[in-house]
C-alpha cells in the first residue's frame, strides 16, 4: 500500500515562494466558522463590564462592533487572506462570573470559494482586544487566552467540530 501523501502548506508555491492561493476553480458554497476565546480578568473589572457603569461605556457593545468590523477588514490585516463578501457575522459575549472571564464567540458566513476561519478568528481577537482597551485602566493584567475555531462547515474539506465544543454541545 503507497505511503499517504504529507499535507503540504498550501501558501507556498513548488519554488517556496510564498502566494495568495488560487481558488478560482473552486465551487461556491455555503461556509461558516465558529471562533472562541476568552478574556480573563479580576473580579472587580467583571463586575464593571457587566453593570455596564466603565468609564468608557458600554464595553461589549462597542467590542462586538470591532468585532464585526475586524472580520470585514481580515484581508486587509493578514497578507495571503482573500477579500470575502461575508453573509454574516454575529460576535456573542458570554460572562463567566466562576472563571473571572469574559467568552466571545464569533460566528461567520459567506458564500464562496474559500472559508472564513481567519475572519472568525480575527472577529474574536480584536474584540477581546477592545475589552481589553476598555478596561486596561483599571486591569492590565488581564489575559486573551484560549482562541481557536470550534467549529466549521462547508468547503471541500468538509465539517470541523473541535471536541470540547462537541462535548459543550451535549451538556446544554
Known amino acids: 500500500m503507497p505511503e499517504p501523501t504529507p499535507p503540504t502548506l498550501t501558501h507556498f508555491d513548488a519554488q517556496g515562494q510564498a502566494h495568495m492561493v488560487d481558488v478560482g476553480a473552486k465551487a461556491a458554497t455555503h461556509r461558516v466558522a465558529v471562533a472562541s476565546g476568552r478574556i480573563e480578568m479580576l473580579p472587580e473589572t467583571l463586575a464593571l463590564i457587566a453593570s455596564g457603569t466603565a468609564k468608557k461605556g458600554d464595553v461589549l457593545g462597542i467590542a462586538r462592533i470591532a468585532g464585526i468590523m475586524a472580520a470585514k477588514k481580515t484581508s486587509d490585516l493578514i497578507p495571503l487572506c ?52 476598555m478596561c486596561k485602566a483599571v486591569d492590565r493584567g488581564m489575559v486573551i487566552q484560549s482562541v481557536s475555531v470550534v467549529e466549521k462547515r462547508g468547503g471541500k474539506s468538509g465539517s470541523f467540530r473541535t471536541l470540547e465544543n462537541l462535548r459543550g454541545s451535549s451538556e446544554k
Open 82 to 133: 482573500h477579500p470575502l463578501a461575508l453573509t454574516r457575522v454575529a460576535v456573542d459575549f458570554e460572562l463567566q462570573p466562576d472563571r473571572n472571564s469574559v467568552q466571545c464567540t464569533a460566528t461567520v458566513e459567506t458564500v464562496g470559494p474559500t472559508g472564513v476561519e481567519m475572519e472568525a478568528l480575527t472577529a474574536v481577537q480584536v474584540a477581546l482586544l477592545t475589552v481589553y482597551d
